[in-house]
C-alpha cells in the first residue's frame, strides 16, 4: 500500500465525517449513545462483499462478523461471542448468512492444492461438499457446480446456527429471531434470497433439538 493510498483513506474519513454531520448535526453523537441493529451479518471476508452498502444500512444498523467463506463452524469461539452478544444483548431479529458467486473459499475447497494454513479452515467447507457430494457431482458443468456449492454452503451455516445453544435457548424463551440464507452476485450487485429460513426450533431435525 503506498503511502499516498494510505494518506487518502484519512481525507476520505474527513470527507464522509463532513457529509454525514451536513445531513444531521447530531448523526455521531447518536449513535455514541449506543447500537441496537436489528440484524447480525455473517458473511465472508471478502473485499468485494460489504455488508451495510449491499443493502444500503446505516451505520447502527447491522451488527456484523466476517470470515472467509462466511463459515459458522459450532467450536468457533469468535464467531459464537458474536452470536452471543448479537442474540442475548443486542436482541437481533434477524440472523442473515450471506456467501456470494466466485467465493475463494469455497473454490478452493472443490480442489485438492494446499494453501498452507487456512487448509485447516477449508476443511470444514469440504465437509458441506462430501453433504452434498451425490447432487454437486451430478452437475456436469463446472461452474453452475462451483455456485450450487456457494448455495449449499450458505445452508449449511444457516443450519449450524440453528444448532447452537444460543439460538435454540432465544426460541425456547420466546424471543423473535429468524435465521436467513443469502447468496449475493458480485457481478451483478443482486441478493438471491436462497428461501431458506428458521425461525423456531420445531424446524430443526429432531436430533438436534436441545432440552432447557
Not at 20 to 35: R, Y
Not at 46 to 52: I, L, Q, T, W
Not at 94 to 119: E, F, P
Request: charged content about 20%.
Amino acid at each position: 500500500m503506498s503511502i499516498e493510498f494510505y494518506q487518502q483513506l484519512l481525507e476520505n474519513n474527513k470527507k464522509w465525517v463532513e457529509s454525514k454531520l451536513e445531513l444531521d448535526e447530531n448523526f455521531f453523537s447518536k449513535l455514541a449513545d449506543g447500537q441496537q441493529p436489528p440484524l447480525l451479518w455473517i458473511g465472508c471476508a471478502d473485499s468485494r462483499v460489504p455488508a451495510n452498502e449491499i443493502i444500503g444500512a446505516q451505520p447502527g444498523e447491522v451488527f456484523v462478523h466476517r470470515n472467509i467463506a462466511n463459515m459458522a463452524i459450532p467450536s468457533d469461539m469468535n464467531m459464537l461471542s458474536v452470536l452471543d452478544y448479537a442474540v442475548n444483548a443486542l436482541k437481533v431479529k434477524h440472523v442473515i448468512v450471506c456467501g456470494h458467486y466466485g467465493c475463494g473459499g469455497v473454490k478452493a475447497a472443490m480442489g485438492n492444492q494446499s494453501y498452507g494454513l487456512v487448509d485447516n479452515w477449508i476443511r470444514h467447507i469440504k465437509d458441506n461438499y462430501r453433504l452434498h457430494k451425490q447432487e454437486l457431482n451430478a452437475i456436469e458443468n463446472e461452474q453452475e457446480r462451483f455456485d450450487r456449492f456457494v448455495e449449499l454452503n450458505v445452508l449449511e451455516q444457516v443450519s449450524s446456527l440453528a444448532k447452537t445453544s444460543i439460538v435454540q435457548k432465544a426460541w425456547e424463551n420466546g424471543q423473535e429471531l429468524h435465521l436467513h440464507g443469502w447468496v449475493y452476485g458480485v457481478g451483478s450487485g443482486i441478493v438471491k434470497d436462497l428461501n431458506f429460513d428458521l425461525s423456531h426450533i420445531s424446524e430443526m431435525e429432531k436430533e438436534y433439538q436441545l432440552c432447557f
